[in-house]
């Protein structure tokens, strides 16, 4: 069955394998007419490389993308918009010894069931390079956004215990947690280095906010806009829970507080007074910023010792070297942006035809 | 664009508005070979009904499917299998007074902005009434999964701040509230009296576990099987959150005690000595018991006063009167529970084709 | 495996047999504000009920479709439309001595491979009465395309080896046959007695005409314009051939006498000075009007001896009793047109979306 | 909007322009266990490779594949196949003069309406060499169809006036033109030079025939068998007509001829004594061989002088140099097949859970 297809009409398939030749995305759908090169693209990807500080891998991928179609003199021709980063720095012999044997937290066993074996480097295609795909997608999705004012923005929310306190978005891009408040980055960082020392890893939570979003995208029942980055959050590997808005705390609050009241802003358009429901109602948007907390469980790729069976069916222990993020959160966070814009492009573009007036505009005579 | 279809192979589409002629669903690509009946799929549908306590709408609904196609000399045909609930008791007038204006918490504004013009009749689509589709057709699935030995099981698991603290299945059913823990259950029915008293409403937790769900099933990216719940249970109405296994408790554990060690069980099978992973390892089944979370928002229809505008785009003051439960989570256990077992069943079907020895099981000569 | 939806934004659900409760579809992803009414729908579907003359059955249906959901205050509401037609006249017992046995021409003997069992009362989900579903949406597809200035027009081109040879449109609804030629109305009719008479039956050929579509619709590669056209036509039961424009004559042709020159029309816009084409070049309407011959085989039962076999693997003898038109194709006229609306009603609203500036039109600030 | 996408279980996604880096292919929901390598493919792209004949281009393309995921030890893991081949030979200069101006029987002004500008570089998106991608993606279809004793095979029927009159397998790949009649070769190759010499052009018919095909294959109502067969070959470029079995004679027949009686083979299955129907009843195959008949218009790139119009709104003469083939259907004939084979591939896998029966051989206890 195939699953390495997302969308309706902005529709983005993903290939590729952390040991093979490299990993790519073709998107279709898009627009024509949209700038479009490689130089835009690039300082998505950055964000997610390898290497960039002591909580990231030391593998040193330049992880360069390459446009293969679908662009023509600078803009995006409507056809499929086809890229590729190849793979350099690959390390085969570091996975030679778990080739048979099940990883604790990886999807090792789930493969071998499903499929009678697999590619066992570097956790094949479910490896974390696999997202280089989807923020390539992602890239252009938000640059298409970003024509109809809309913006994503992604940081972590918390690591382990430390939870952000502040919100300061020029401090985002300022440490190498991405987190908004410097403060909590330093605390998180200590964290991380006493998790290293103990041969340990943590989890953490992304947050991500959509402004400039207009009201009325989404469908009402299986394609709301809430389902939707749902199934683009979950999709992403070691995610264990999503929320919108107020999330499980809305589970404990009173319909008195957690209704937002509408009212009428100085220019008179609708607004929301608080924004509880997270700019979805019903799963359309309302207007207000759509707020989306994602929970990534620890890199399950741990240096002390495990337990396991292998796949002859005997119990042994395990350990894994090699070089593992203590911690995921840090280069998700743009793979969270990444997913969210695929899920608002394709819904802004499969919206368009909701009212008879509007399909006029463009078909009518 | 449309919206109102789910699934690949066992694919689900519904239709109906609260104060139209009644509700339905086709399930399409049902095996051909299934017992099924409207007596088989009834006792579904009346665990949703509203009317059955304190707790949830006086409204007496029969909510009596009719299976319109699909079934021949009790069994499915493989052919579309359609399913209608006429309305009955629907008391237009009750919601004339909200034709005009925005509730709070409510999707009538969007579907204003998206659609130019929306039925308000209690709520239209986006009526709790759509659910019951949903539940006809997990149904069927669920009958389908039983054939396969899987089962699913939902439950409420907080109802505000009352917190569900032992597991006794057999008490699922004893209670009004679903909940596994007859004294919570208690606990929970006094806050419930204390918010209809304050005119107000809660929020709450559904619980689902799935039990022999074979490994092996689910896709690597897209279309996890984590990914596939999300969708599936984010596309319920009133829904902020899910969380499959430990959830959120995950972003603030260590990846030592977060892993889920493997081990061989005493009849030679590849088992988890622990389930934080909620039963699903890079979007696919391992084979332990699958484990979602879901938080409810409070119901958006409040008794006290709102403040909220109108259409005309000035603020009004808003009463809303009629029935309404104040607790969404009882009749929303059943409604988790169909979504849930829709995912599986698709994925079951679309799975079966994973490996080359598998079709040829099928095909082959 | 679900095979009873088709369309991407403008997505149509059919269910039904013939001996079942009804037959009814569920049209998704109409635009809101479209006037709907049950009177705009019946003059569709009377165009293909059965006793209209001696050349269609004298069963006396009335096939009333009743709109279940998805229309309010006379306007579509953009959720989706359930129209259903209830069975009336199925007389059971006439098919009672078929259930054993595979009728030649007929799909009996793969539903039986297939699924096991069948619902062998009148030919079940292959029935012809499955067509119900698809002129009720296409109804809703062609007054959509209505507002658009696009007109589907089908007609019957020929019977058995009587051709049209003139064209008057008037002619059309004019006669039982929807011949556009008033004497090759009367030569087929001569022909039909004569193969009624004989115990046989006769093929022939719809000729489907697309006037005011605008040119750029279709998707270049897959989802060419003829490419969903060919589905949709294919997918009518008792299809064996369709042409584009010149169809297989092209294959007989030059180039030089193949291509269809680009000229300037009096107003100055882009046209052709011949249409050799058939509207579609490359997949992508090119503004002229789009033609369709569909080849339609006899109808397969017919009252003679035929050979056959059993469900128990032995060779019988099989006459045919009951009511069966001679001739598919003035019943199914209507049923082109309804795919071939269908067809253009998504194209048109998947490609709004094609041109950033488009996008904008419908998003953009 | 995503048009680049074909199938449900078995999907193909294809991109590239001929005047870009490459063409490639990313084939998702091949089973895994599949023996698989760059030298089971090329067989098949050397087929339509041109430069093999004086009726073939003269262009050098190589035209190597290469694959780039999705095969490890040889053998397919059941995650996405990505597959490219390079362009090299690409001769932009060839095409400057024909930017601004529309050729006859081509896609230039659909591509310029649609998208507002087109990559006019040697037919964009719409060149012959989209069709690399699908010949991939065919190959791999055929081998896995292979595994299930299942044949595809397509030869030219006709070139212009020249009808093929015997049929000797063995013949086909003897002779440039694919044609399973050696004397037939031998005059629609004069044919061919005849054309050439008058700077035209000719059109063509193929024949595609499919044994091994088991009964129960395909789905009953819009994804008939030869419905989705009718969407592939449609979609391939320069296709005005196809037809099953008797095609468009059937139109002209009788019932009693049309029929195909069901009789008993020496083994005690079920056959047909004839097969008018070629192979497919009620959009499901039957167990005969499947025939499917293809026209193809002539090669629109013709040398002699053409009327047009430009970009500007002018009338303008056109002369088109450049390398073309006189006849598409040699290089057409893999083409067909390929598309054949992914329909096929894909209607088996997702035919695999019709009955609840296999569904329990899969994943019962």
Same mark, same amino acid.
Do not use: M, N
């Given at each position: 069955m195939a699953g390495s297809t997302f969308g309706t009409v902005f529709k983005v398939t993903t290939w590729g394998e952390s040991h093979g030749k490299g990993v790519g995305v073709v998107v279709d759908g898009c627009p024509a007419g949209l700038a479009l090169s490689e130089e835009l693209i690039q300082p998505f990807l950055d964000r997610r490389k @390898? %290497?960039?500080?002591? *909580?990231? $891998?030391?593998?040193? #991928? /330049?992880?360069s993308v390459q446009i293969? /179609? &679908?662009?023509f003199d600078g803009k995006t021709t409507g056809t499929p918009i086809s890229m590729i980063v190849y793979n350099q720095d690959q390390h085969s012999k570091d996975y030679s010894n778990i080739a048979e044997l099940y990883r604790p937290g990886h999807a090792d066993y789930g493969f071998d069931i499903k499929y &009678? *074996?697999?590619?066992y480097r570097g956790g094949g295609? /479910? /490896? %974390?390079? #696999? $997202?280089i795909a989807r923020v390539a997608a992602g890239a252009v999705a938000s640059l298409l956004l970003r024509e109809l004012g809309v913006t994503v923005t992604a940081y972590t929310r918390s690591i382990g215990p430390v939870e952000t306190e502040t919100f300061d978005e020029a401090e985002i891009q300022n440490n190498k947690l991405y987190m908004p408040d410097a403060q909590a980055a330093e605390k998180a960082a200590a964290y991380l280095e006493q998790c290293m020392s103990e041969k340990d890893s943590s989890g953490g939570v992304v947050e991500c906010i959509v402004s400039g979003m207009p009201a009325g995208? &989404?469908? @009402?029942? *299986?394609?709301k806009l809430d389902a939707r980055l749902g199934q683009a959050i979950f999709s992403? &590997? =070691?995610?264990?829970g999503v929320e919108i808005g107020? %999330? *499980?705390a809305a589970a404990a609050a009173r319909g008195s507080e957690n209704n937002d009241a509408f009212a009428l802003a100085e220019n008179g358009t609708v607004t929301k007074q608080t924004n509880h429901a997270g700019g979805i109602l019903g799963g359309i948007s309302d207007g207000s910023a759509i707020v989306i907390r994602t929970a990534f469980k620890p890199? @399950?790729?741990? =240096?002390s010792l495990q337990k396991t069976v292998n796949r002859q069916g005997e119990e042994v222990d395990l350990e894994i070297h090699g070089r593992h993020d203590p911690v995921i959160v840090p280069r998700a966070v743009v793979v969270v942006e990444a997913m969210t814009a695929i899920v608002l492009a394709d819904a802004l573009l499969t919206g368009m035809s909701s009212r008879l007036e509007n399909v006029k505009k463009i078909w009518g005579n």
């Open positions: @390898p %290497g960039q500080s002591r *909580f990231t $891998t030391k593998r040193s #991928e /330049s992880d293969l /179609s &679908g662009v &009678g *074996f697999r590619d295609r /479910s /490896s %974390g390079r #696999e $997202t995208v &989404g469908e @009402p029942v *299986f394609d992403i &590997g =070691a995610v264990k107020d %999330g *499980f890199t @399950p790729s741990i =240096a």
